[in-house]
């Protein structure tokens, strides 16, 4: 009788492997088996900052992570933080039933997006924050619901326009003391794009986090050369995501941001992202949502850029960027 293999679905708890993983939903996955990923996104988010718009549909998001499946894409990292409405234990099932791999955030956003007592409250974040990515999200629910409570497999935390408040250094400091008890990477919502400087100054300079180890994301909503330039020259990942946004207007510098950083010879430090933060950007109510990302924003980088570098960013740059060696 011949048997017939499992299935190798993307996002599949696999054995354990010697060298860096990705943590996803679904458990450990060597970074050959992500595929082409959306390096930041979000498949849930709730804000104060966007009421009535909140992505809280698990159906809505399986839908959009169905069309993202069907655009040519396998893994989404998705950054919503502790705190912003996750809803982690549906992420295991989105994953498994729509094939996409996909990796959660723990970590915290600006104060903004909070109530106040729920941060006061947060007696010791580096804690929370390990926990989230080494023994998983929410409560334990027991072994019989093994997949029910996943893992983080990064942490975001936010900068503020042009600086840094003392919120987003009491984060940051959080963010590098798990980072070092975990080797999770520090992705980092620049407010307007602004500020990446700063965020190494302090992550990287006082705090001792390897640049590679950090995220530095919607550098195209301020295209300043120079800047994303230092940040690469620094070892710093340099996202690109959110194009496509109504209230950002830099979309059409996008391309050239990109094509100054290959020229200089950081391709390797280039992720891109759709960053879908409101239910009306969701391409199945209408918006581009994640296809976007490949039907629209990766043909026009490819005419950039060209292909190979394109498929470098959706592929190895985020398997590189979001794999480490965790404990
Ligand atoms: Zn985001």
């Keep these: ?31 050959e088996q992500l595929g082409v990923c959306d390096a930041h ?13 909140e992505l809280a549909d698990p159906e809505a998001a ?16 998705q950054w919503t933080p502790h705190g912003m409405g996750r809803r982690a234990t549906e992420l295991p099932r989105l994953a498994r039933e729509s094939g996409v791999t996909v990796v959660a955030a723990t970590g915290l956003h600006q104060a ?27 409560p334990d629910r027991g072994a019989d619901a093994p997949h029910a409570r996943p893992r983080a497999g990064m942490i975001k935390v936010a900068g503020g326009f042009h600086g840094l408040d003392r919120h987003a250094r009491r984060t940051m400091t959080a963010a590098a003391e798990a980072h070092r008890a975990t080797g999770a990477t520090i992705g980092i919502h620049l ?25 530095l994301g919607h550098l195209n909503r301020s295209p300043d050369a120079a800047v ?25 510098r996008l391309p050239d941001a990109v094509a100054a950083l290959c020229d200089a010879g950081f391709t390797d430090r280039i992720l891109l992202g759709g960053d879908t933060t409101t239910a009306g950007a969701r391409s199945v109510n209408g918006g581009p949502g994640m296809p976007y990302l490949l039907h629209r924003l990766r043909p026009r980088l490819e005419l950039a850029v060209g292909t190979d570098a394109v498929e470098r960013m959706l592929r190895a740059n985020p398997a590189r960027a979001f794999a480490t060696n965790w404990p």
């Design 112 to 138: 903004a997006h909070y109530a106040p007592e729920f941060l006061a409250g947060l007696a010791d974040p580096a804690a929370l924050f390990v926990a989230e990515l080494t023994e998983g999200i929410g």
């Design 228 to 252: 994303h330039r230092m940040a690469a020259e620094a070892g710093a990942y340099l996202a690109f995501d959110g194009p496509s946004r109504a209230h950002h207007a830099t979309d059409w």
């Design 41 to 53: 996104d979000h498949l849930f988010l709730a804000s104060p900052q966007l009421p009535g718009q």
């Design 1 to 31: 009788m011949v048997t017939t293999p499992p299935a190798t679905t993307p996002g599949r708890r696999t054995e354990p492997t010697a060298g860096p993983t990705l943590r996803t939903v679904l458990g450990d996955l060597a970074p």
């Design 191 to 215: 407010e307007l794009g602004t500020g990446a400087l700063d965020v190494l100054d302090l992550l990287c300079g006082a705090l001792g986090v390897p640049p590679h180890r950090v995220v």
């Design 62 to 77: 399986a839908a959009e992570l169905r069309a993202f499946r069907a655009a040519g894409g396998a893994a989404v990292i």
